[in-house]
């Protein structure tokens, strides 16, 4: 008789026992920090601020940032520490900085779209940690469409920065265009106003006409991803563009 | 410690009562644990917190409606979809939600297609029937499949999407790279419609290589590819000093010389050292191939081999007749048949010998090869497939030389040794192999590639979306890729054409490179007289351009020749290139149209008429269209240019009849003459 309650309490082990260790799993590993030999007082952003990529991608710069002393000159040898949302990742996550006072890591952004806030840390001499905050742009499917569009149509007068493949026709234009990531003057327009001005052209928001209409060369969908390219990019950051991911 | 035992055993089971009663309490408490386990289960604490968070949100009635307790479930027989995951990600379809920022909660970003026709499972693999986070996320004993990171989603894509998209840059470039790389000359790629993928890398024969480079700079490329060329295709093969001298002592020995291959130019070299590098620019050598500046920059283009260091590189004799007809010593070469006299043959070789790197072969002496080391190296040649690639005289191109990669997307990761320390994923797996391929077992073959960490992800995002479901997807959902043509125009003037390499830098009928315009309607667009001049001497159309049109140096019957032939066959039939004079326009429909031009279609922004006010950069110069264009061809571009070259970038705006006409008339007055005075002032 004692015999099925018995194996009744082999289930309820098993069953705890398997809890236990899918609870166990999700422990987090230690990280073995490298020594500092100096301490700044200051960490500055060197390069890699403001980076665009996709979803789950490299960034296409490394992020450089440089720790200072009171004086401002670099600090060698100085540990920094980087921390972001889950699903950032880090090569390397912390390190020490070089002999110019730098340290460069290769940054993968998460997998949602969106902005990722980065924090940069060191500790000064009495172990109170500075910090230095950076932002990242992840664009996901639409907006990477949309980057695509604005490549191919409209980057050719909206974007003032000429490359050796690609001239910028912007310093050619009476009325200067603006820039795609001036958020000062596009975060206040709705996105029925980017659509009309897309469809219809400049002059139906009584803009330039050397803004042409592409409601007949871009089909709607194509004009939903331009504008949420545009919300993803601005500077400053326009609220449709949605959260930021920080670290928890 | 026993007799304790029996006491309790006493206490719990001696009178038959207490007994039952003990059991029963096991039992009910047994029985309790499933419904418990359903209480306290994970979905059910994700939708309590979905509705806590949406209680104070001023939408909190509509999702509250949307909202639907339980497991949720989309299922999809044909795609093999039991995807569970909007059990937990309950706000998935809540545009509304895109200020949150906690997971699962996120509304699914705009994608083009319907999550209820789709699933989850399609795009992100995990296991879509489990109900906890660790069973639908990771991979564990019994579940295979873990979530695919976000870096390779569009490999997902890709089992169905065979062509490119503009929304998978990733996934097009892996696929690019994939051929560019020549790796399917190795790893045979079955594709869903039964062919084969093709490699897009060109690699030279060697049958003739004693001709071309000396054996001591077979020995240095051997050694190290990149050495001699940091964008070079070829990988690195770790080979050893031995290795290399045995199958550098090979291929010479190997190697028979074509008749054409030294030329006796009846010119010297110009005394002006500054010619060569100008007849390298107007040549416009850089639009294909790149030099790597004092900077260290690479300067020009990547579609032939770069030319760093090409005077440490090939013999003299040699590049003197490539420079005279690139085709007697490869009749497929990419590179156009440049008319070029003995003078200029003499002046540009002598330009590029000057190329040189001494470092490259100071430390390279080979004795004279013995017998044993030309077999040892032909053996070598075998063994490492070097006949996958090139053309050698005598050995045979090996067949299933390296493992088929058609389904290396559903490869069981019970099948894969991993290295110590790499995550025991497909995706860690494969970009572990493209990055250090010999790392994995001693003895195996494949090279050594310098690829960036963005090109092995996109490598392996291309190699992920090779698997079991892009070979056999629904027939519904399969997009096939538009299949690259293989035109060839015939006659004399197709030979002219092959001669010119015309294909290389353009398209005609989806045939061709994309470095310069389509020239599929070229004979309705273009006029008779101006196809000739521009033959004879191609000026620039678009002046922010680098790359431009080189000059062939083309015979008059020959300019006459190829403008027969492209006036005639590349006509486009809603073009009739006659039906539109090129003069004759009244003074009121020029003025009309030029109004329209400067005012309500403001062209200027990206064209040039009058090269005093007018500063658009994007699109051609306009000052001799009336000269260069058919009146037809204007007509119907303005009206719709996308019909006529699709892609192009000039918008289409939909232009009346009387618009139209009336800028043609305008476009067609520009003769050119305003260029000439404002020249000559």
Known sequence: MNSPSSANFILCTAVLASALSASCSRKSSSVQLPKPSAFGTAIVESSGGKQIAQTGALLPQPVVVQVNDEQGSAVAGALVELQAAPGVIFDPANGLTDSSGQLATNVSLGGMAGRYQITASTTDTSRKRVELKLEEIALGYQQTLGSHLNTQYCGRCHNPESTVERVSNYDNLEVKPHPFSEGDTLNKMSDADLTAIITYGGPALNKSALMPAWGNTLSKSDTQALISYIRAISDPASRAAGPVYTRN | ?681
């Not at chain 2, 850089?286 to 590189?313: D, F, R, Y």
């Open chain 2, 1 to 681: 410690m026993k007799q304790k035992l029996t006491s309790l055993w006493q206490k719990l089971f001696g009178d038959s009562v207490r007994a039952f009663g003990v059991i029963s309490v096991v039992f009910m408490f047994s029985i309790a644990i499933a419904p418990a386990k359903n209480h306290f289960s994970e979905w059910r604490h994700y939708q309590h917190g979905y509705l806590k968070m949406i209680r104070n949100r001023s939408d909190a009635n509509t999702l509250q409606r949307h909202f639907d307790s339980g497991i949720r479930q989309i299922w999809l027989p044909e795609l093999g979809v039991v995807d569970r995951c909007t059990s937990c990600h309950v706000g998935m379809k809540e545009a509304s939600l895109s200020d949150v920022s906690s997971q699962p909660f996120r509304p699914h970003p705009v994608i083009p297609h319907k999550l209820e026709q789709f699933g989850c499972t399609v795009c992100h693999r995990g296991q879509g029937a489990a109900t906890t986070v660790a069973e639908a996320h990771n991979s564990t004993l019994a579940w295979e499949q873990p979530i695919l990171p976000a870096k390779y989603i569009e490999s997902s894509w890709g089992e169905c999407h065979r062509g490119s998209l503009p929304g998978t840059p990733v996934l097009n470039q892996g696929r690019n790279l994939f051929s560019r790389y020549g790796c399917v000359n190795c790893h045979m790629v079955k594709l869903p419609n039964g062919t084969t993928m093709k490699a897009t890398d060109d690699p030279p024969s060697l049958s003739h290589i004693a001709d071309k480079s000396t054996r001591e700079w077979i020995y240095a490329w051997l050694k190290d590819p990149q050495a001699y060329a940091s964008t070079a295709t070829m990988p690195n093969f770790k080979l050893t000093d031995d290795d290399a001298r045995d199958i550098s002592a090979f291929l010479i020995a190997n190697s028979t010389t074509l008749p054409g291959d030294s030329v006796t130019l009846s010119a010297k070299p110009s005394s002006d050292p500054a010619t060569g590098a100008s007849l390298y620019g107007e040549s416009f050598c850089a639009s294909c191939h790149a030099v790597q500046n004092a900077a260290g920059n690479m300067v020009g283009g990547n579609i032939g081999p770069e030319l760093t260091k090409v005077g440490s590189k090939v013999k003299p004799e040699w590049l003197q007749a490539w420079l005279q007809n690139p085709h007697s010593y490869d009749p497929g070469a990419i590179m156009p048949h440049y008319r070029f006299n003995d003078s200029q043959v003499a002046t540009l070789s002598t330009f590029l010998l000057a190329k040189t790197d001494s470092d490259l072969l100071a430390n390279v002496h080979l004795e004279a090869a013995t017998p044993q080391q030309v077999a040892h190296g032909k053996r070598l040649v075998s063994d490492y497939g070097c006949a996958s690639c090139h053309e050698i005289a005598g050995i045979k191109k090996p067949e299933n030389f390296a493992p088929e990669l058609s389904r290396i997307g559903s490869k069981s990761i019970t099948q894969l040794i991993f290295l110590p320390g790499m995550p025991h994923t497909l995706p860690d797996y494969i970009a572990g192999k493209i990055k250090q391929p010999r790392a994995f077992s001693p003895g195996l073959r494949m090279p050594q590639y310098n690829f960036t960490p963005a090109q092995i992800d996109s490598l392996t995002t291309a190699l992920l979306a090779l698997n079991e479901h892009s070979t056999t997807p629904p027939p519904s959902l399969a997009v096939p890729a538009i299949p690259e043509s293989n035109y060839q125009p015939a006659g004399k003037a197709g030979k002219l054409m092959s001669d010119l390499a015309c294909f290389s830098c353009h398209r005609i009928n989806g045939h061709g490179g994309d470095m310069a315009p389509d020239l599929t309607w070229e004979g309705s667009s273009a006029q008779r007289e101006w196809l000739v001049q521009f033959f004879k001497n191609p000026g620039t159309l678009r002046p922010a351009l680098i790359r431009r049109m080189p000059r062939f140096n083309l015979t008059d019957a020959e300019a006459n020749e190829l403008t027969d032939y492209i006036v005639m066959v590349y006509q486009n039939p809603a073009v009739d290139r006659d039906s539109m004079p090129l003069s004759g326009y009244s003074q009121g429909e020029i003025e009309l149209g030029k109004e329209l031009f400067y005012g309500k279609y403001a062209c200027q922004g990206c064209h040039i008429v009058d090269t005093k006010t007018d500063k658009g950069y994007i699109g051609p110069t306009l000052t001799q269209v009336g000269s260069r264009l058919t009146a037809a061809w204007i007509y119907q571009w303005t009206k719709n240019p996308q019909a006529l070259r699709p892609g192009t970038i000039e918008p289409n705006r939909a232009m009346s009849d009387e618009d139209a006409r009336a800028l043609t008339a305008f476009l067609i007055s520009q003769k050119g003459g305003a260029t000439k005075e404002t020249a000559k002032k």
